[in-house]
């Protein structure tokens, strides 16, 4: 990497292998994240994404590896220490992740109130219609979350995300659950926090659509290792057998196999039930 693009990197992490109960699930992953720009993040379930994206922000300590902030190290850094640091970071969770008992206010000033002493209530106030104006909902300060839909969780998940003005957005599985239409505007939604705020964003997802669409750049994890990295065309277009079948939602031939070589019986012995046997 040449001192331009080191310059341009915002997240980095170099050799990590994250491991559960002995159970390898990142396997020596090493990536950069530059800054402004939107990396999507696929593979099948239990790959590693999530894992992963918890990693940056340090929700998550690598078993062996690094994690770099701006070229700062932080994997290392006492818990007292990275409070600041994730101030940088916004953090969509994948069900929005929101406080039932407060307010859609009380939920988007929640991560202020963590880092700093609130004085100034009618910026406050200013600061949360501004962040629901820009995922259109303001006029929403005082709902409660069971009284919003789907779509509009995630939406007041996403001003909470912005609250403290991060560099880094983080979205995990942002479009789960949500419709087509909602999910466009999730999508549209990545694309202007993006280009008004100047973010970086670090998206993980299963929906193609929508990663074809945000993308910049797509790293596909498999097996806890990356087999594809590269812009949309390049994935579209990639030699891996492995990657086609993702992306295009197939079943393998192999799994395929045993599907269709298994039978259902008509056996009604199989229909009495042990417990009263």
């Known amino acids: 990497m040449n001192a331009k693009n080191e310059n ?21 992953v090493s990536m950069s994240i530059e800054k402004g720009r939107t990396t999507v993040i696929i593979g099948p379930s239990g790959c590693g994404k999530t894992v992963l994206i ?16 701006k070229g700062r190290r932080i994997d290392d850094l006492p818990e007292s220490e990275l409070g600041e640091v994730r101030t940088h970071f916004g953090f ?11 307010s859609v206010y009380e939920n988007i000033i929640f991560p202020i109130r963590q ?25 929403y300060q005082d709902y409660y979350p069971a009284s919003l839909s789907g779509g ?26 949500l419709d087509p239409i909602r999910s466009d505007v999730i999508n549209e ?21 929508s990663a074809y669409k945000i993308a910049d750049r797509i790293v596909m994890l498999h097996n806890g290792k990356i087999i594809a990295d590269g812009n949309a065309d390049y994935i579209k277009n990639h030699s891996s057998p492995i990657v086609q079948q993702f992306i ?4 393998s ?12 019986s008509n056996d009604p012995n199989l229909l009495t039930n042990p417990v009263d046997q």
């Open 8 to 28: 341009n990197v915002m997240l980095s992490i170099s050799g990590l292998t994250k491991k559960f109960d002995g159970k390898i699930v990142l396997n020596e």
């Open 253 to 264: 031939e192999k799994d395929l196999e045993r599907l269709r070589s298994t039978t259902a």
């Open 54 to 69: 918890k990693h940056f922000n340090v929700l998550l300590r690598p078993t062996k590896g690094e994690v770099f902030f």
């Open 115 to 139: 880092h700093h002493h609130i004085k100034d209530w009618k910026a406050m106030d200013t600061l949360v219609k501004n962040k629901l104006s820009m995922v259109g909902l303001d006029g």
């Open 189 to 209: 939604l990545i694309l202007k926090l993006q280009r008004e705020l100047s973010v970086t964003s670090v998206v993980v997802t299963h929906d193609m659509k």
């Open 152 to 177: 509009q969780k995630k939406r007041v998940a996403l001003a909470r995300a912005i609250a403290l003005n991060p560099e880094i957005i983080f979205y995990d599985e942002p479009t789960t659950g």
């Open 248 to 251: 295009q939602g197939q079943v």
């Open 92 to 102: 969509l969770f994948q069900s929005g992740a929101l406080f039932d008992s407060m």
